[in-house]
């Protein structure tokens, strides 16, 4: 039985994921507990070639996801065995939502490949930080080739994870990520304690 905590950080592009997801991992530390914040894609050339090569098709996209998550999991799964509390920006919903509900592959598939490539691992928590697409897109950093996709697609994403929380309510929490950083880092501290022995 794993004694850590797995939580997740979810939502489009620019919704405010890294930086509330390091927040939480920096915090939780500061009141003294172990924590690992990592993200997805996780493995450095993976993530290179996930996020800069613009000719990939969404079976090979799907793949490489999927193929970086498995690896990424058997480091999670370690963490959590320590009784690490791990903070990952994005993590298999990212994969059900943009290559199922944004690229149009089979939903049911996406979800029996993330099974495979986590072994079932599911997080305890994941944080849904929804916003208006042109809200998110006008915060984002860099953009990236997925950031650079049709308004359409990511009404689809903005969709996808709603209607993923709706099918999972006791594991997401969907916060209006237009609100205050103050306001959402409150109300994630507040649910993370009921979460922590
Ligand atoms: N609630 C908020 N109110 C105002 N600004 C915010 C809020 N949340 C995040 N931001 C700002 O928006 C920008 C994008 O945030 P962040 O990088 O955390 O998003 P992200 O979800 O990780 O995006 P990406 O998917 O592109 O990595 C940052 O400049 C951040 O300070
Ligand atoms: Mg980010």
């Given at each position: 039985m794993m004694d850590g905590l797995f939580i997740t950080f979810e939502g489009m592009?620019?919704?405010?994921?890294?930086?509330l997801a390091r927040w939480l991992s920096d915090h939780l530390q500061a009141?003294?507990?172990?924590?690992?914040?990592?993200?997805?894609?996780?493995?450095?050339?993976l993530r290179s070639i996930l996020l800069e090569?613009?000719?990939l098709q969404s079976t090979e996209e799907l793949l490489l996801f999927v193929?970086?998550?498995?690896?990424?999991?058997?480091?999670?799964?370690?963490?959590?065995?320590?009784?690490?509390?791990?903070?990952?920006?994005?993590?298999a919903d990212?994969?059900?939502?943009?290559?199922?509900?944004?690229?149009?592959?089979?939903?049911?598939?996406?979800r029996a490949l993330n099974r495979f490539a986590t072994g079932d691992l599911c997080p305890?928590?994941?944080?849904l930080l929804d916003v208006p697409v042109e809200i998110g897109l006008s915060r984002q950093r860099?953009?990236?080739?997925?950031?650079?996709?049709?308004?359409?697609?990511?009404?689809?994403?903005?969709?996808?994870?709603?209607?993923?929380?709706?099918r999972e309510p006791q594991r997401f929490m969907v916060l209006d990520a237009t609100r205050d950083l103050q306001e959402l880092q409150s109300v994630i501290w507040a649910d993370?304690?009921?979460h922590l022995r």
């Open positions: 592009e620019g919704a405010g994921k890294t930086t009141e003294g507990m172990r924590t690992w914040f990592t993200y997805e894609p996780w493995e450095p050339r090569h613009s000719n193929a970086d998550r498995a690896i990424h999991t058997r480091y999670i799964r370690e963490r959590l065995a320590e009784g690490t509390i791990v903070v990952c920006d994005r993590y990212s994969t059900l939502i943009y290559q199922g509900y944004g690229r149009g592959i089979d939903i049911e598939w996406v305890r928590r994941t944080y860099e953009l990236n080739r997925i950031g650079a996709e049709e308004i359409a697609f990511h009404e689809r994403v903005r969709q996808g994870f709603l209607q993923e929380a709706e993370v304690h009921t």
